[in-house]
């Protein structure tokens, strides 16, 4: 290494702080939605094991129609929260 990059090294370990992150905050697959989301993501859960169970078709296009809910219903979630965070 050149006296250079020395240099620039010590300096910043002096002037630039450390963060600490924990592990739970780093990871972004546990989000916290609202009630109205968790209900639809539980609705879905039951009918995908109905459907999965069952071999009639309403119940795979029940499936199908909370599905589509639930994602447009995340996705309006993520929409607002990025509006929130642009204002």
Same mark, same amino acid.
């Given at each position: ?16 702080p450390v963060v600490h992150t924990s592990a739970k905050h ?9 009630? *109205? ?7 879905? #859960?039951?009918?995908? =094991? ?5 071999? $009639? @078709?309403?119940?795979?296009?029940? *499936? ?7 994602? #447009?219903?995340?996705? =309006? ?5 990025? $509006? @929130?965070?642009?204002?």
């Amino acid at each position: 290494m050149s006296a250079f990059t020395n240099i620039l090294n010590n300096l910043v370990e002096l002037y630039v702080p450390v963060v600490h992150t924990s592990a739970k905050h780093v990871s972004r697959g546990n989000r916290h939605y609202p009630c *109205y989301i968790r209900k639809l993501l539980h609705a879905k #859960a039951v009918a995908w =094991k109905r459907q999965k169970i069952s071999t $009639l @078709e309403t119940d795979k296009l029940t *499936y199908k129609l909370i599905a589509s809910k639930c994602s #447009a219903a995340i996705k =309006k979630y993520h929409a607002a929260q990025e $509006l @929130e965070l642009i204002r």
